[in-house]
Structures are given as C-alpha cells and as structure tokens.
C-alpha cells in the first residue's frame, strides 16, 4: 500500500525544522514511525523546499527557479554517467548537496592537471561592482579556465556531468581548475551573482543566473582542504576522483549554500569546478 503525504505529515516536517532538528533525526523519527524511507526522504525534500519556497515570497524575493538535479529520489547506489557509473556517497535536502564518488578516473585527474599547468595564473574572482574580474585576499589559489569543449577529455567530462545532474551542456561555464599549497584557501563565499551588485546585470547576460555547481578533486592533500558548508556545519573530504555537487535555486542566502575551500595545511589540492548557468553560457 502507497503512502500518502499529508498536509498534516508537511506541516510536521517544517515544525521540526523550525525547531532545529536534523533532517537525519527527522528521517529516524519517520522511519521508526512505520514510513518508508524513501516515501520520508521524498516528503522532506519535497516539503521543505517548499516551504523556503514559501519563505522567500513572503520576503519580496523572486520565486524558485529550475535547476539541475541527479536522479536520486530512489536512493541509487549509482548514477549513470554515459561512459561510467558513478557511485552516491551521500545527500543533503538543504542545501541540496549530493556526493559523488569516482567521478573522474585516476588517468583524468593527471590529465586534467598536466593541461592546466602551464596556463596556471593568480586567482581572480568576480568583481561585483563592475562584472570583470579581480584578485581577492579570500582567495588564494592560481587557477585557469578550460573553454567549453575545447579537447576531447573536457569534453567528455562535461557530458558525463551533465547526463549525472541532468542539465545542457551548453548551460555550463568552462571548467576551472585550481591549485592550493599549504596555507592557501577560498573562504566562505556564495557562487550565484548577487542580484543587488551593479556588476551582476552585465554577468546575467551571459546566461542568467548560477544555478548549480560541481567541484571534482583532482588530487589528495595530506591535511586540509575539504569543502565546507559553514551554515550546516558540513565538509566534503577532498578524496581524488570524487566531487560535490550543490544547487541554489534563487540568489539568497535561505539557500544555505555558503561554501568555502578549508586551508591546506599539508600537501597539495587540485580541484576542477563547473559552474551551471540558468540557460545557454556564451
């Protein structure tokens, strides 16, 4: 027999966020109540973006947009890249965050890194104010861009991504691939374009807003440089081969996607990021 979610069953879901409980305590509490856990996983993803959904319109902010997803309302072990399979480590409902394991293989990390070497330079992120770009004291990285589709193995990484989060590949930024030593790091920040910057309408037109973003770690430092969700107290371990991918569907911090790049502390980090536009980047 299917079981139904209720209003009442919503109602409950969004008083035990309010009250501060875990989305695991609020799945074990479900679960030992006789629901299904994927019909309990389902109704809190469901519920509880609607109600930041709910949230946020009652603010003045713009509704949720679309954005990318993995097929994962099943709970698969694996998701089917195209040319590999690719294994589930781990979901977040809020923010939405899902693990990936293996990615990339080992040969795609090396030749991923031996690509962007030499083109390695300063860091720069975008300034706000303007729309170009600067260099910032929160990050401290060198990095580069790869063009969409610019050789075969970015090419074939960005549609093995795509098909995994279900998005175009033409909506995607270049992949950027970035390099920290012990002491360097990207401190929390928020991917999308904030839409109150000067800057922010010359980037939109481009292809609209960021709505999702994939970090793929290329190499293993010794200590340090996870990925870390300061709001929910979450890191994401660098281990080669794996990725993080998040999603953000309106420009608001409710969205709880605040990320950083922890400090190396021993060894070095190689990491590649594909950022996913609203529509077609150019």
Same mark, same amino acid.
């Given at each position: 027999?299917? !079981? ?6 919503? !109602? ?34 469901? &519920? ?55 990615? *990339? ?21 975008? @300034?706000?104010? &303007? ?23 970015? @090419? ?65 430092? !010794? ?34 996607? *605040? ?24």
């Amino acid at each position: 027999m299917s !079981q139904a979610i209720t209003p009442e069953l919503r !109602q409950w879901i969004v008083e035990q966020a309010q009250a501060g409980h875990s989305a695991e305590s609020v799945l074990r509490s479900m679960k030992a109540a006789g629901w299904d856990e994927d019909v309990a996983i389902q109704a809190m993803e469901d &519920t509880l973006r609607g109600h930041l959904n709910d949230q946020a319109l009652a603010q003045g902010l713009p509704p949720a947009v679309p954005v990318p997803e993995p097929d994962v309302a099943d709970s698969p072990l694996y998701l089917d890249g195209g040319d590999r399979q690719v294994a589930v480590l781990g979901t977040l409902a809020l923010p939405r965050v899902v693990i990936l394991g293996g990615l *990339l293989s080992d040969e795609e990390c090396d030749a991923l890194i031996a690509a962007a070497r030499p083109r390695l330079s300063r860091s720069l992120t975008v @300034a706000t104010q &303007t729309g170009g770009s600067e260099v910032n004291a929160d990050r401290t990285s060198q990095g580069m861009f790869f063009q969409r589709g610019e050789s075969e193995l970015v @090419a074939r990484i960005e549609a093995r991504i795509a098909r995994l989060i279900r998005w175009p590949v033409e909506n995607g930024e270049g992949i950027q691939v970035l390099h920290y030593v012990p002491g360097t790091e990207y401190k929390p920040h928020y991917d999308y374009f904030d839409p109150k910057e000067p800057g922010s309408a010359t980037i939109l037109r481009r292809g609209g807003q960021r709505v999702g973003t994939v970090v793929m770690y290329l190499s293993e430092p !010794q200590k340090g440089g996870g990925t870390s969700f300061p709001d929910v107290f979450f890191e994401v371990a660098p281990k080669r081969g794996n990725a993080v991918f998040f999603s953000y569907e309106r420009p608001h911090p409710s969205t709880k996607t *605040l990320h950083g790049g922890s400090p190396v502390i021993a060894g070095e980090k190689w990491i590649a990021t594909k950022w996913l536009r609203e529509r077609e980047f150019k």
